[in-house]
């Protein structure tokens, strides 16, 4: 019948591709649409167009709190595990020492374990503690979740910068600080720069994990969205999404824009 029809196979695949992209990225279009409807309820066609859901954004202290929760947050998450995956990155791929491949594959592990888990677990663990729940107990569980995918980038970096360069500095007098601070450092910029801005990415993002650690002093953006649409599905929802997008979308692109150009020497 597709013969008859004269219809490819590689047609098909590129039909079924669109429709699942139009699938997926649907409901995300009409969310930033409806985000300058002027009326209460969401009506096609629009009605004109207004920033009113926005200015009522700004107006919002709890979700304003909660932004900079998340900002806070996410900054914080990406300094300790960038800076904690530029150490253990020098030492799994510079050094040799027992344990070396036993201590990579734990710090790695949260990347294969879902993040349900890894949140009840640290919950029990501080439940074990009997510490209560705060903002320091939600960053290490971020830094957590994160320094994988730092890990991995900043690894990824250093196996392709040959030894070489850090032993013409040694031998021309530079000591090992030096020696990383000149040498090895810019070259790992692209990669360092990636880690940053993902894990920050990871972090603003996360909702999942964040539910069985945050407060109600420390709730970050998701978790408001979540409960907000627990009440009620009010138009605001709409134009804080449409932020969330957009500062999800920008801060990847950012991070390979910038990494290339690093990596270009600019």
């Known amino acids: ?18 429709l699942v ?9 009409v969310v930033v649409i409806l985000s ?16 009113r859901w926005y ?29 904690v995956g530029i150490l253990a990155a020098l030492a ?30 640290l919950l029990l663990f501080i439940r074990w503690l009997q ?4 903002f320091i107990m939600l960053l290490i569980g971020h830094v957590v979740i994160t320094l994988p995918y730092v890990l991995l980038v900043v690894q990824a970096r250093l196996v392709g910068i040959q030894r070489v360069y850090e032993e013409a500095a040694l031998s021309l007098g530079a000591n090992a600080l030096q020696t990383f601070r000149e040498v090895t450092l ?26 069985f650690w945050a407060t109600a002093q420390s709730q970050t953006v998701p978790v408001k969205i979540l409960g907000m649409l627990r009440n009620s599905i009010s ?12 500062l999800t979308l920008t801060t990847p692109l950012l991070a390979g824009y910038l990494s290339r150009r690093f990596a270009r020497g600019g």
């Open 1 to 18: 019948m597709i013969r008859r029809l004269g219809i490819s196979g590689w047609s098909l695949i590129r039909l079924y591709t669109i």
């Open 21 to 29: 992209y139009i699938f997926m990225f649907a409901p995300i279009a």
């Open 36 to 51: 300058f409807n002027p009326q209460q309820f969401g009506s096609f066609p629009l009605s004109g167009f207004s920033l």
């Open 55 to 83: 200015a009522k954004l700004a107006q919002n202290q709890t979700i304003v709190l909660a932004f900079k929760n998340s900002l806070l947050l996410g900054s914080l998450t990406a300094l300790i595990s960038t800076t």
């Open 92 to 121: 799994f791929v510079r050094y040799d020492f027992p344990g070396k491949n036993t201590l990579n594959t734990l710090l790695l592990a949260p990347i294969m374990i879902p993040e349900v888990i890894l949140g009840v677990a």
């Open 131 to 134: 510490q209560p729940k705060s």
């Open 186 to 211: 810019p070259l790992l910029a692209p990669a360092i720069m990636a880690g940053v801005l993902f894990s920050f990415t990871i972090s603003f993002d996360d909702v999942t994990a964040t539910l």
């Open 235 to 246: 138009p605001e929802i709409n134009a804080l999404g449409t932020v969330m997008i957009i």
